[in-house]
Each structure stands twice: as structure tokens, then as C-alpha cells.
């Protein structure tokens, strides 16, 4: 019988040491290292949405009755509903299992083995999980200070195997937005430039009114963050007609579960309510910021996104994640080059953030000695 090592021989060289997505853990995982009852427990460490999604959604799934048939594979009522929310025609839109499937589809459509792909680092970690498993060859080109994108360095960089240009906007982990002049200049060079919205209901800004003028600008979005369902993963994105036609051939079928479609279309049915929960998000992540500036050990970052991050003084961003971990409250360390003094923390409700400050003294207290 052939050993493990037989196996792993036929592994594709380039995988065998990939790293993989390193996710945050699960509440239910951190028994034994916490201080307080696991039910207490806050998770402020994956930019969900505190307030949950529409109680529609919750209605309609409680008397769905059509979990033993297949979704439909062509999404067209799916792209028709995200057709009335955003005002872009079904033409252009496909639909993911979360928008990482999608930044997922869009490597596998236009990375071969040693094409490059340009981030503006720090960027989402999906970019490199994605070219890594294609092979490509992820291009960072560092933000200034301010985390400001470079648009001078971002086409110098830009060579024979250039495939894509990637920025989040608002950028995930700083939370700013790039300037719309940036964005198209670098549009300007032609080849496919997506621009991850992910945040989009939180800055309020977008990209997608200038798709017809620049035919190789993409568009990604969620229903994560803002309609609370990152559970059932639901992502979209906006495309040129010919790219969503390549897409729609290349991803697996049924890729959208039929729970997913019900929450979107409950979901859009129930804007407001959805809305006032960003509204309170928006609201709240202002004074999270504000409460955040008072301690000497941190210097945060203003946001447009629900989440923002924190320099930590003193090299000490991974003690003080554990620390605030072992009091329950679960906050985002990447652990990177670029951000190893880094934490972010997601904007939950008032309460979260009250509990969040009062542990944050404590622990200042602690340092002071």
C-alpha cells in the first residue's frame, strides 16, 4: 500500500506549501482560554453586521419549503432583483457564494501559471489565497502612510504578464476610500481593473456609474456586511456583458444556494429597515472612533467601511488581541509584515463598544502599571 508520502508526491508542486485562508476562531472554539461565559463572548473580528438581517428573511426561510430542489443555475430572477437594486442590467451581473467565489472565478478566467495580478497593499487576503492557486504572482505595491493608493507606482508596476489590478474601495483593512480620478486613471490602462465594494452601503460611494465609459472596470459587492447575511454567502458582481458570459460558464452550478435567493429578495423588499441599521453602524463606528483616540497605545484610522484599524503601540498588537480574546471580545490581528502592529475592530452596537473600551482601560491600566 502506498505511504502518504506517495500521495502528496502527485500534489501540484505550488501547493504544497500554501498557507490557505487563515480564519479567525469560532466563539464555540474558544473554550478553556476565556475569562468570561462563552455566551458573553463579541465578535468583533469579521465585519459582520451586529444587527442581524431583515426579520422578512427570517419569516421567509422559517416557511421556505423548497430546500430539496436545485437553485437556478442561470440566476436570472437573482440578477433581475440586483438589476432593480443597483440599475444595471441583468446582462452584466453574476452572482457568487460570497464575493470571494467571484474574485475566485475572475483569477481562474484570466491568471495563468505566472501572470501577475497588482494589489495595493495591505489589501484583502483573498487576493493572494486566489493567485495562489491559480500560480499567479501577486504584485504589492505598498500604500503611503496614510494608506492612500499609489497610482504613479501601480502603473510602473505593470508589466508583459500584468492580468488584473485589484482595489478594494473602501480598502479592507484601512477603511479609506481611493479618489475617483485614481481609479479611472488606472482604468485608463486598459486592462481589467475590479474595485471591491464590498463596503459600498457604508462610504456611499461608488464606481459603477462609470462602467458604460470604461468597459474594462468590474465591480464587486456583498450582502455580508450591510443585509446581515454572511452566513448564507451571497456575493455579486457587476461586469463587462462578455466577462459575466465567461463567468457564468466557468463557475459551478448552483453555486447560490436557494436560502441565499429568498434572503435577497426579502432583503431588498425591507431597504429601509436595512438601511437604518447601516445608518446606526455609521453612527456608531464615528464614536467607536472617538473612544478609540483617547488611548495612548492605539492610533486609529478613519473608516468609510463598519470596522476600523488601529495602530498599536509598542509592538504589542498580538498580546493585546489575546488579551481582549481572554475578556471575550474577539478582534481582528493578521499578523503580516505590513501589519504586524495592527488590529482591526469591527463596529458592533453601543453595548459592544462600551464593553470594548471599558476592557481597553483595564488593560491600559495593566500596561501602565
Same mark, same amino acid.
Given at each position: 500500500?502506498?505511504g502518504d508520502g506517495e500521495i502528496?508526491?502527485l500534489?501540484?508542486?505550488?501547493?504544497?506549501?500554501?498557507?490557505?485562508?487563515?480564519a479567525?476562531k469560532?466563539p464555540?472554539?474558544?473554550v478553556g482560554e476565556?475569562e468570561?461565559?462563552?455566551e458573553?463572548v463579541?465578535?468583533?473580528?469579521a465585519?459582520?453586521?451586529?444587527?442581524g438581517?431583515?426579520?422578512?428573511?427570517?419569516?421567509a426561510l422559517?416557511?421556505?419549503?423548497?430546500?430539496?430542489t436545485?437553485?437556478d443555475?442561470?440566476q436570472q430572477?437573482?440578477?433581475?432583483l440586483i438589476?432593480?437594486?443597483t440599475?444595471i442590467?441583468?446582462?452584466h451581473i453574476?452572482?457568487?457564494?460570497?464575493s470571494c467565489?467571484?474574485?475566485?472565478l475572475l483569477?481562474?478566467l484570466?491568471v495563468?501559471p505566472g501572470?501577475e495580478?497588482?494589489v495595493?497593499a495591505?489589501?484583502?487576503?483573498?487576493?493572494?489565497f486566489?493567485a495562489? %492557486?491559480?500560480?499567479g /504572482?501577486?504584485?504589492?505595491?505598498?500604500? #503611503?502612510?496614510?494608506?492612500?493608493?499609489?497610482? +504613479?507606482a @501601480?502603473?510602473?508596476?505593470?508589466g508583459?504578464r500584468?492580468?488584473m489590478?485589484?482595489?478594494?474601495?473602501p480598502?479592507?483593512p484601512?477603511g479609506?476610500?481611493?479618489?475617483?480620478k485614481?481609479i479611472?486613471?488606472i482604468?485608463?490602462?486598459g486592462l481589467p481593473?475590479?474595485?471591491?465594494?464590498?463596503y459600498?452601503?457604508f462610504?456611499?460611494?461608488t464606481?459603477?456609474p462609470?462602467m458604460?465609459r470604461?468597459?474594462?472596470?468590474?465591480?464587486?459587492?456583498?450582502?455580508?456586511?450591510w443585509?446581515?447575511?454572511?452566513?448564507l454567502?451571497i456575493?455579486y458582481?457587476?461586469?463587462?456583458?462578455?466577462?459575466?458570459n465567461?463567468?457564468?460558464k466557468i463557475k459551478l452550478p448552483?453555486n447560490?444556494?436557494?436560502a441565499? %435567493?429568498?434572503?435577497v /429578495?426579502?432583503?431588498l423588499k425591507?431597504? #429601509?429597515?436595512?438601511?437604518d441599521?447601516?445608518r +446606526?453602524? @455609521?453612527?456608531?463606528?464615528?464614536?467607536l472612533?472617538?473612544?478609540?483616540?483617547k488611548f495612548?497605545f492605539?492610533e486609529p484610522?478613519?473608516?468609510?467601511?463598519n470596522?476600523i484599524l488601529?495602530s498599536?503601540?509598542?509592538a504589542?498588537?498580538g498580546?493585546?488581541?489575546d488579551k481582549l480574546?481572554?475578556?471575550?471580545?474577539q478582534?481582528r490581528?493578521?499578523n503580516t509584515?505590513?501589519l504586524?502592529n495592527y488590529?482591526?475592530?469591527?463596529v458592533?452596537?453601543?453595548?459592544h463598544?462600551?464593553?470594548?473600551?471599558?476592557a481597553?482601560q483595564?488593560i491600559?491600566?495593566?500596561?501602565?502599571?
Open positions: 500500500m502506498s502528496e508526491r500534489i501540484r508542486p505550488g501547493l504544497v506549501a500554501f498557507g490557505g485562508y487563515s479567525r469560532s464555540e472554539n474558544l476565556l468570561v461565559p462563552l458573553s463579541i465578535k468583533l473580528d465585519n459582520e453586521n451586529p444587527y438581517c431583515s426579520p422578512r428573511v427570517n419569516r422559517a416557511s421556505f419549503r423548497e430546500i430539496n436545485y437553485a443555475a442561470g430572477e437573482l440578477s433581475g438589476e432593480g437594486y440599475g442590467s441583468a446582462g453574476v452572482s457568487g457564494n460570497g467565489e467571484l474574485i475566485d483569477f481562474r484570466f495563468e501572470d495580478v497588482i495595493t495591505p489589501a484583502f487576503i483573498m487576493y493572494r486566489s495562489g %492557486i491559480c500560480g /504572482r501577486l504584485v504589492e505595491v505598498p500604500r #503611503d502612510k496614510g494608506f492612500g493608493i499609489n497610482v +504613479a @501601480i502603473k510602473a508596476a505593470i508583459k500584468t492580468r489590478i485589484i482595489i478594494d474601495n480598502n479592507n484601512t479609506n476610500l481611493a479618489a475617483e485614481d479611472l486613471e482604468a485608463a490602462t481593473v475590479v474595485v471591491d465594494e464590498a459600498f452601503e462610504a456611499g460611494e464606481l459603477v462609470l458604460d470604461y468597459h474594462n472596470l468590474m465591480v464587486l459587492r456583498t450582502f455580508s456586511k443585509a446581515g447575511l454572511a452566513g454567502r456575493g458582481g457587476l461586469f463587462p456583458p462578455i466577462v459575466a465567461y463567468l457564468m448552483y447560490v444556494n436557494v441565499a %435567493i429568498v434572503a /429578495r426579502e432583503s425591507d431597504l #429601509d429597515y436595512l438601511m441599521n447601516v +446606526a453602524i @455609521i453612527a456608531e463606528r464615528e464614536r472612533f472617538n473612544e478609540l483616540k495612548k492605539l484610522f478613519p473608516s468609510r467601511a470596522f488601529c498599536v503601540l509598542g504589542m498588537a498580546e493585546l488581541c480574546q481572554r475578556r471575550g471580545i478582534v490581528y493578521f509584515p505590513v504586524k488590529i482591526r475592530i469591527s458592533g452596537k453601543p453595548e463598544t462600551d464593553i470594548l473600551i471599558r481597553l483595564k491600559g491600566e495593566e500596561i501602565n502599571g
